[in-house]
T-cell receptor, first 115, second 115 residues
Framework: KAGVTQTPRYLIKTRGQQVTLSCSPISGHRSVSWYQQTPGQGLQFLFEYFSETQRNKGNFPGRFSGRQFSNSRSEMNVSTLELGDSALYLC??????????????FGPGTRLTVL | AQSVAQPEDQVNVAEGNPLTVKCTYSVSGNPYLFWYVQYPNRGLQFLLKYITGDNLVKGSYGFEAEFNKSQTSFHLKKPSALVSDSALYFCAVRDRSGNTGKLIFGQGTTLQVKP
């Protein structure tokens, strides 16, 4: 079975621009979560989607948004980019939403650099 | 508030020696506990998890972890370290009471195995 895929793998943007990152979950997985990884803050939860609905949201400004499509693929968008948004953005998929200790499987990430 | 602590930024061990990467957590009730490993420029790879039952959990690549409720710990162990085990290790917790897949991660521990 193919793993979680994320595109693009690398992005370079300038301040004020916006960016869209894409995630395709493992086949059959219906839940997608997004995390931000930075050297200073570590791994932080952004949001979680299940059946095209946002189920949970982390403590990030409204510039960070996401959505999930009917085929479970997900996108996240960051508008008005700031230097501090430079990070590795990780997508994870699971069968359901946190049920029975459901395991999240991570993609390789998208490395975003904001100049 | 839920939290995870990995008290050691780095653990150094000689190849062939046993290794331990420490993790303690703070969460109300009984959590789900996970260990992930991250190699350079890669996403997180699932190693093992504790849901319920036997306190000793066995996972991938010869790793195991022991759940200790009284000490609120979930230390990762391996009887004989390999150079290829050198990587960044993350402990994570999920609240059992909420219907969410959200993971809260520790800051990570770099494992360095020397030949």
């Amino acid at each position: 079975k193919a793993g979680v895929t994320q595109t693009p793998r690398y992005l370079i943007k300038t301040r004020g621009q916006q960016v869209t990152l894409s995630c395709s979950p493992i086949s059959g997985h219906r839940s997608v979560s997004w995390y931000q990884q930075t050297p200073g803050q570590g791994l932080q939860f952004l949001f979680e989607y299940f059946s095209e609905t946002q189920r949970n949201k982390g403590n990030f400004p409204g510039r960070f948004s996401g959505r999930q499509f009917s085929n479970s693929r997900s996108e996240m968008n960051v508008s008005t980019l700031e230097l501090g948004d430079s990070a590795l953005y990780l997508c994870a998929s699971s069968l359901q939403v946190g049920q029975g200790g459901d395991t999240q499987y991570f993609g390789p990430g998208t490395r975003l650099t904001v100049l | 508030a839920q939290s995870v602590a990995q008290p050691e930024d780095q653990v150094n061990v000689a190849e062939g020696n046993p290794l331990t990467v420490k993790c303690t957590y703070s969460v109300s009730g009984n959590p789900y506990l996970f260990w992930y490993v991250q190699y350079p420029n890669r996403g997180l790879q699932f190693l093992l998890k504790y849901i319920t039952g036997d306190n000793l959990v066995k996972g991938s690549y010869g790793f195991e972890a022991e759940f200790n409720k009284s000490q609120t710990s979930f230390h990762l162990k391996k009887p004989s370290a390999l150079v290829s085990d050198s990587a960044l290790y993350f402990c994570a917790v999920r609240d059992r009471s909420g219907n969410t897949g959200k993971l809260i991660f520790g800051q990570g521990t770099t494992l360095q195995v020397k030949p």
